[in-house]
Nanobody, 126 residues
Framework: VQLQASGGGLVQAGGSLRLSCKVS???????????IGWFRQAPGQDREFVAA??????YYGDSVKGRFAISRDNARNTAYLQMNSLAPEDTAVYYC???????????????????WGQGTLVTVSS
């Protein structure tokens, strides 16, 4: 399984970005039943849960609720993270994560995901 994340960049505060994460070497059926999501890590800080989608259910970290939206296109084995109203504190490396056997109680735990993407940097200027 390989995860290819893209879409990071530099944006001004209040702006928007959309991240993509494409999962390779999985059937669409397996992908559709999986959990896919995003964590982020700012310099000097721990990894933080951002969002995840388990089948059709969505889960968000408290700091992004109402601003970020996760979605998935099962035909393309791709997930998206639409980030709106970005603030400087959203600056971080964003990692796509994927798992096909994750239990719901572990969805916010970084160490429970089997697969990680390479990370994409999001920088929000004030």
């Amino acid at each position: 399984v390989q995860l290819q994340a893209s879409g990071g960049g530099l944006v001004q505060a209040g702006g928007s970005l959309r991240l993509s994460c494409k999962v390779s070497d999985r059937t669409s059926s397996a992908f559709s039943m999986s959990t896919i999501g995003w964590f982020r890590q700012a310099p000097g800080q721990d990894r933080e849960f951002v969002a995840a989608m388990r089948r059709t259910y969505r889960y968000y970290g408290d700091s992004v609720k109402g601003r970020f939206a996760i979605s998935r296109d099962n035909a393309r084995n791709t997930a998206y993270l639409q980030m709106n109203s970005l603030a400087p504190e959203d600056t971080a490396v964003y990692y796509c994560v994927y798992d096909e056997h994750l239990i719901l109680s572990s969805i916010r735990q970084a160490g429970q995901y089997d697969y990680w993407g390479q990370g994409t940097l999001v920088t929000v200027s004030s």
